[in-house]
């Protein structure tokens, strides 16, 4: 252990332990927008500066070493000055369209401008054009809202695999996007929205199915059915300030029918199914001497994964469906069937914790159990939230 001073007080830290992870342990609030924790830092975006004693520049915690007997200012008028031009800078390129953003209130950036009291601009944009990409059946990218803060492109490449998205251009002229500049469908993009995860503006966001559940559910002809994932019910609560994993499976239930759901079912009942599925296909496997080792197909990300990266893989794959598409499969053939019901009628919705799940209702071998898809809508936690 070393010890060094910050504000004043002395403080012990580890040799070399950046400066940040110190601040952070003291409790003390430094913003930041590039960082990824557990991921080594990159110091691009410059919020996380401070004031280091002997240093003629402002320095990135995230990315400076803690030594013996530094001293260090984290919210001097010279450290705020710095931080406030950062916001203004990338105020200066993005959209005014707050009202309408898929993550108003729910922005870091918005967060970081209120937090530094940037009220008014004083630096003029270049308009860079909406350059919308929706051509993902699960995830839409809006440039025009990108900071290029690179969080998404360490995410997909560092902690995913997959790269489908990184840098391209200098200077001024800097964007991500995809090889080619081609659409999100065409790349190796998996939808596990793991990008989206990280996006701290809404640059990043979910393929909107709200739209068609609220028409469902207006529609006095539609009889509106939903399932959630077991998780769902215990993630959903965070959104609404609740501490990490309570359960809330009461009351999701209850909010679910209040909103005009004609059933619930919880799609854990489908995961047992699946578990039954699988064991018996692994047996059947091991008496034909098949494939071996068979892996689960219930994740349709790690399904697109083996079939962009590793598509040798792919006899080793289970042939069953996912516990949505299950579900979704039983409710418009027995569920159908057992309430007297067309399936023609039923409008299937799923709340899943994944964005995947949209792209999996959408293929084509998941239409045909009874009436149109099988599964018609898929909501993510926030999404419902």
Same mark, same amino acid.
């Given at each position: 252990?070393?010890?060094?001073?910050?504000?004043?007080?002395?403080?012990?830290?580890?040799?070399?332990?950046?400066?940040?992870?110190?601040?952070?342990?003291?409790?003390?609030?430094?913003?930041?927008?590039?960082?990824?924790?557990?991921?080594?830092?990159?110091?691009?975006?410059?919020?996380?500066?401070?004031?280091?004693?002997?240093?003629?520049?402002?320095?990135?915690?995230?990315?400076?070493?803690?030594? +013996?007997? *530094?001293?260090?200012? !984290?919210?001097?008028?010279? &450290?705020?000055? %710095?931080?406030?031009?950062? @916001?203004? $800078?990338?105020?200066?390129?993005?959209?005014?369209?707050?009202?309408?953003?898929?993550?108003?209130?729910?922005?870091?950036?918005?967060?970081?401008?209120?937090?530094?009291?940037?009220?008014?601009?004083?630096?003029?944009?270049?308009?860079?054009?909406?350059?919308?990409?929706?051509?993902?059946?699960?995830?839409?990218?809006?440039?025009?809202?990108?900071?290029?803060?690179?969080?998404?492109?360490?995410?997909?490449?560092?902690?995913?695999?997959?790269?489908?998205?990184?840098?391209?251009?200098?200077?001024?002229?800097?964007?991500?996007?995809?090889?080619?500049?081609?659409?999100?469908?065409?790349?190796?993009?998996?939808?596990?929205?793991?990008?989206?995860?990280?996006?701290?503006?809404?640059?990043?966001?979910?393929?909107?199915?709200?739209?068609?559940?609220? +028409?469902? *559910?207006?529609?006095? !002809?539609?009889?509106?059915? &939903?399932?959630? %994932?077991?998780?769902?019910? @215990?993630? $959903?609560?965070?959104?609404?300030?609740?501490?990490?994993?309570?359960?809330?499976?009461?009351?999701?239930?209850?909010?679910?029918?209040?909103?005009?759901?004609?059933?619930?079912?919880?799609?854990?009942?489908?995961?047992?199914?699946?578990?039954?599925?699988?064991?018996?296909?692994?047996?059947?496997?091991?008496?034909?001497?098949?494939?071996?080792?068979?892996?689960?197909?219930?994740?349709?990300?790690?399904?697109?994964?083996?079939?962009?990266?590793?598509?040798?893989?792919?006899?080793?794959?289970?042939?069953?469906?996912?516990?949505?598409?299950?579900?979704?499969?039983?409710?418009?053939?027995?569920?159908?069937?057992?309430?007297?019901?067309?399936?023609?009628?039923?409008?299937?919705?799923?709340?899943?914790?994944?964005?995947?799940?949209?792209?999996?209702?959408?293929?084509?071998?998941?239409?045909?159990?009874?009436?149109?898809?099988?599964?018609?809508?898929?909501?993510?936690?926030?999404?419902?939230?």
């Amino acid at each position: 252990m070393i010890h060094i001073e910050v504000n004043g007080k002395k403080v012990e830290a580890q040799a070399d332990e950046p400066l940040l992870k110190v601040l952070q342990r003291l409790g003390i609030r430094v913003p930041t927008l590039c960082y990824l924790r557990d991921r080594a830092p990159s110091g691009a975006c410059r919020l996380c500066v401070v004031e280091v004693a002997g240093q003629s520049a402002l320095v990135p915690s995230c990315a400076f070493p803690a030594s +013996e007997g *530094l001293k260090v200012q !984290t919210h001097s008028p010279r &450290v705020l000055r %710095a931080r406030r031009t950062v @916001v203004e $800078l990338l105020l200066a390129n993005h959209p005014d369209d707050c009202l309408f953003c898929v993550r108003n209130n729910d922005c870091e950036l918005q967060r970081l401008a209120a937090e530094l009291d940037v009220r008014q601009r004083r630096l003029f944009k270049t308009d860079r054009g909406p350059d919308t990409d929706s051509s993902s059946s699960c995830i839409v990218r809006e440039q025009a809202k990108c900071i290029l803060c690179g969080r998404c492109v360490r995410v997909c490449e560092e902690v995913m695999g997959v790269s489908a998205i990184d840098f391209v251009n200098r200077g001024s002229g800097t964007r991500v996007t995809t090889a080619f500049d081609e659409g999100l469908n065409v790349s190796g993009c998996v939808g596990c929205g793991q990008c989206v995860m990280a996006c701290p503006t809404g640059a990043l966001h979910e393929q909107d199915h709200m739209t068609r559940v609220l +028409e469902a *559910l207006a529609d006095p !002809t539609r009889h509106v059915v &939903v399932q959630h %994932a077991p998780s769902v019910s @215990v993630t $959903l609560g965070e959104m609404f300030g609740l501490e990490p994993g309570q359960d809330v499976d009461g009351a999701l239930v209850g909010v679910l029918r209040r909103l005009g759901f004609a059933r619930v079912f919880d799609t854990g009942f489908a995961a047992d199914l699946t578990v039954m599925e699988e064991a018996s296909e692994l047996l059947a496997r091991i008496a034909a001497q098949g494939p071996l080792p068979m892996m689960t197909s219930c994740s349709p990300g790690w399904i697109n994964f083996v079939e962009t990266f590793f598509p040798d893989w792919m006899p080793r794959l289970s042939t069953c469906k996912s516990p949505q598409q299950m579900l979704g499969a039983l409710i418009k053939t027995y569920y159908a069937r057992a309430a007297g019901l067309d399936p023609e009628r039923i409008f299937s919705v799923s709340i899943m914790p994944c964005t995947a799940k949209k792209g999996e209702a959408q293929r084509p071998q998941m239409h045909g159990a009874g009436g149109g898809a099988d599964v018609d809508a898929v909501l993510t936690t926030r999404e419902l939230a």
